[in-house]
């Protein structure tokens, strides 16, 4: 059996500079580590990440709002369309071993609640958000490795 | 065309002695205005909430997170068992034109947030969580008359 | 315990001259029979039924594929938009105790299989698809009758 | 950019001899083709296929509709635990390119239905359902081709 980590990378659709810095170095550290990526496919954070991961080589899931693939980032190598709107947050959520929460605004409060509410380790780097049970870390680095050791440690 | 105003209460499935107090003059508010309260279905502040509805004579909505209708409170009077389970609380902040929340947990917040993120009014009574765009009151009252006011506002 | 019945109305979005006659023949029926008539919210048969049944003082839930309330035709008196997109036809099926097909195209086939794979009652007027397990009828009296009667005998 | 052309894969979760060994044949082509599949991620038709890719080197999305990754069969790579229940099968219509169902019940029926509603090319071998649309083939390396080339046309 072959079954791939999946960890959900999740932020806000435009980043600031240093929030896609941050969200890079994330999907390359994903990716050096084996895990795919998912996100939701689409700019800001989630491209960022996707580049990041794409560049070490590894998968990115874009679980899309929409129903067109082609409004995917560059960088998502399986692009979801799923056509579920916003329910498509709870899918984030829901198929990811972990989150990353990088800055992030409302939509990103939602899978942060939902991912924490199913019982996911849910770690954040620059959030603004302030729930308790979120890890919060300063680094890239430390961002993945605290979510592949909790991902690892789930049922 | 006679198209009903819908209103969500979202809280937790289990309801504080006090919450559960205000969920049912929440529902009993909306009800007597001659709104629809959407909900999750369940216990706690759901059922208070469509206690409060029926008992002024009003319709309630339950967006039932599994496939069986059974599992509605004994208050809902329009068991809809959606099956998509988390899922469903998207579509309750989808539905409806504004929402009120009593307490609540991660759930709770996760609906809170997408309700946001859509340009949903939320209303929150004694929630613990602190969201920038929510609307904080005291009462059950100042809820349903805020929630209203803003709904009938939307576009 | 006030729980209404829901049984669902499907068929195409654009009905011939007879299929809208059926569908308000079934949507009073059903309002006359007290139970909610539950559809995809749009034109043609879900508009046709969703007019019999409020001609008949009865309520329609609209189960929209988009996120605006405003799509529903002027009958539907809860206009639920899910922003689902066509996962709103798994829902129609999820939600309704006995499904009524009237015409129908690709979108109403899928009503009807999911109907069918969830055990509930598929009553058919008018259909072109022959899917074993539909329960073939000639008028709206005998589609709404049947129904109901095996609604009911439902756990 | 790098983006996977996905291929859905539908066929009951018990699959007859022959309909494995066509699967487990449609599998390992699509992997050779350097396409990812796209399947329930359960048994029978979904197993046997997944089988066939991952023998053949190629990634495998099982879309399940319970919220369990455990509950894919052993040769998902990629195992989405969706939670959406039913509303899983018109994930699947989605976000693939093109269709090809092997044998099918009820549940593929709706994927098929789906699929057509959506435009895609929906490619059949050994179908019981004759549906208007369907593209019905012999062999599991005509299925394949066919479902390939008219995915490619797409706009």
């Known amino acids: ?28 550290r994903l990716a050096e580590a084996g895990a795919v990526l998912v996100c939701g496919g689409l700019g800001g954070v989630m491209e960022a990440a996707c580049r990041g991961a ?32 916003h329910a498509r947050n709870v899918l984030i959520a829901q198929v990811s071993a972990a989150l990353i929460a990088v800055d992030g605004e409302y939509g990103t409060l939602s899978e942060i609640a939902i991912g924490l509410k199913l019982g996911r380790p849910v770690v954040a780097i620059g959030s603004r958000w302030q729930v308790p049970g979120i890890r919060p870390v300063e680094t890239a680095e430390e961002a993945v490795e605290l979510a592949l050791r909790l991902a690892e440690k789930r049922p």
Chains 1, 2, 3, 4 share one sequence.
């Open 54 to 85: 794409v560049r070490a080589g590894g998968e990115t899931i874009g679980l899309l709002p929409g129903p067109d693939p082609a409004a995917a980032n560059d960088h998502v190598t399986l692009a979801l369309p799923t056509g579920l709107g």
């Open 1 to 28: 059996m072959a079954r791939r980590l999946l960890i959900g990378v999740v932020g806000a659709g435009q980043a600031s500079e240093k929030g896609a810095r941050l969200a890079e170095k994330v999907g390359r």
